[in-house]
């Protein structure tokens, strides 16, 4: 039996994007827990060649989301973002003295998946407060930003 994707969830796969996967990790883990639109500004301003096909996957998961459930793109957030390895070709190249020399390709597979705030946002509102106290009094959320709290470099 499948698991159901929770209601609020859309995404985008790339398959056999020709880069190695850890060149497309390197953008991957800076977009990942943002917005929409910070993405894409962040996404146009990185100076690697893995942005462009990340690009058109988050411009292409927000196509999807906004013409097949209809979202709105202001509220969206990239829940998952992923990249697998894919297939690698290997190639042959001759080189001097009857040498050869072995060449390989090796392609990604990037899946997006954006997420629906304003759905969240209309369920907590809808619930009573102390209601929602009462369940989650044991939870306690919070997001820590290694980068931006300056926990991991913050050595002298």
Known sequence: MRKRKPYGEVYALGQHISMSA??????IDQIRGRSYE?????????????????????????A???????????????SKAEVNEGTT????????????????RPSCHIRIVLQDTSLEEEYFFSLKKEEWVKKNKYKNITYHD????GGLWDKK
């Open 146 to 149: 290694m980068y931006n709290s």
């Open 64 to 78: 999807n989301a906004s013409h097949n459930m209809g979202f709105n793109e202001a509220s969206l957030v990239i």
């Open 22 to 27: 850890h060149k497309a990790r390197r953008v």
């Open 38 to 62: 910070e993405t894409l500004m962040i996404l146009e301003l990185m100076p690697y060649r893995a942005c462009y096909p990340i690009f058109k996957l988050v411009y292409s998961a927000a």
């Open 89 to 104: 070709v290997k190639k042959l190249k001759p080189r001097a003295r009857g040498r050869s020399y072995p060449i390989r």
